[in-house]
């Protein structure tokens, strides 16, 4: 009888955990912070030169990550995992503008508080693809110099998104460091995010993602059409299936599409 009343509190945990990550009610300290957050408007004009899509869902190609943003919420909600990476094999895949529309989406979900980190330290994107500038940078919130909320910037009611402003050296010592892990514990403590989304870099120019992998759930690659290789696709889902779990891989700027799903 002890055994199954072992087994009952920790099945209840559990499923008090998954509550707490996507739309239970948070403590009241949270909704303050989050409402103190720095608010901005992205570039309507650089949202669509970029081709940020989600943002206001009036384009159709939004569909898309529609249907990518409710299959990684089904995943992430059945493990209870709360934290998804996204990288590419190489340079010019597109995986900000994937992320970005990523997060966008998701924060259409009304119960679904998210948070974007740009974690690519030596090459800043996020900040032109959405027309900002004079941003705080996310290099002082790893480094332990600022606190979440001096460094996060809302742009939309359940969306904050840190940026990088310059390039870091060492990155992939500064990502891979313990006051890292700290400090991303601390920034969940504080923001209670129901999915964070991590903007990392491309997997064979650096070794800033196996450095950054044990702190994530899950990761997706995205490969370019016409551009990214099989072989890079093949090398860098082996080395993200033996560090985290790969949901799968995002292919990005087809030019083609099914008459069926044109749409």
Known sequence: MEHIQVA????RQRQDQTLLAFGHPREP???????????????????????IVTATRSDPASAAFGMLRTRVLQIM??????????????????KTVVALNLAFSLAHQKDCRT?????????????????ASNAPSVERLLKGLAPAEGVFVRYAENLAIAANTRPVGLSSELLQSSRTGDVLKEMRRRLQPDVIVYDLPPMLCSDDVMAFLPNVDCAILVAAAEATKLPEVDLCERDLSERTNLLGVVLNKCRYTQDEYGY
């Open 77 to 94: 909600r059945q493990n209870n995992w709360t934290s998804v990476a996204i990288t590419s094999p190489t340079a010019g895949c597109g």
């Open 29 to 51: 300290a949270v909704e303050v912070i989050w409402s103190k957050l720095a608010e901005r408007a992205p570039d309507p004009a650089a949202l669509a030169e970029n081709r």
């Open 115 to 131: 948070l974007l980190l740009e974690l690519d330290l030596k090459r800043s994107r996020v900040n032109h693809l959405l027309g």
């Open 8 to 11: 009952l509190e920790k099945a």
